[in-house]
């Protein structure tokens, strides 16, 4: 793994969120934003309007749909979080895609962008080395192609059992 880049002379760049529309995940939203913004320097955080991308609270299953890099779409979806998922867990892995991070099914939970497949005793809220390094390439003025796929949705549901 390579070490998380050194901010450069560039100011970050400030990424408003919105969200008043996620109901009880509110605050862990707000939480998950922080995290993000003690873990890199090339992008920051913040709430407010207009929005780069807004948060949503709804009966499914968490999801993100990125639109492009820093702006689009998120659902705290409830179902994961009825099933025991952390939902702190799931706000800063569905924020990662948003700051261009792509699913990662490797079932670690040191690996924030597992996602469910980690499993629900996984209460890990914080990217590892690398997805800190992609954010940090991604918005930090490099000339790269963020990972994720833009205008895709990503869901994050739980992998059913084997039968």
Known sequence: M??????????ARVLRYDASRAAEFRGVVDQAAQIWNSSVTSVQLVAGTPADFIVYADNGWPRAQPTSLGRGYVWIGRQ???????????????????????????GRCTDLMSG??????????????????EVQRNFGGWLVTPQVEFNKIYEDRALEPAH
């Open 2 to 11: 390579s070490p998380v880049p050194q901010a450069t002379a560039t100011a």
């Open 80 to 106: 994961a979080t009825s099933q025991g998922h952390n939902s702190l867990r799931i706000a800063t892995h569905e924020i990662g895609h948003i700051l261009g991070l792509p699913d990662r099914r490797t």
């Open 116 to 133: 469910a497949s980690a499993g629900t005793s996984c209460t890990n809220p914080n990217p590892n080395t690398a997805e800190r390094a």
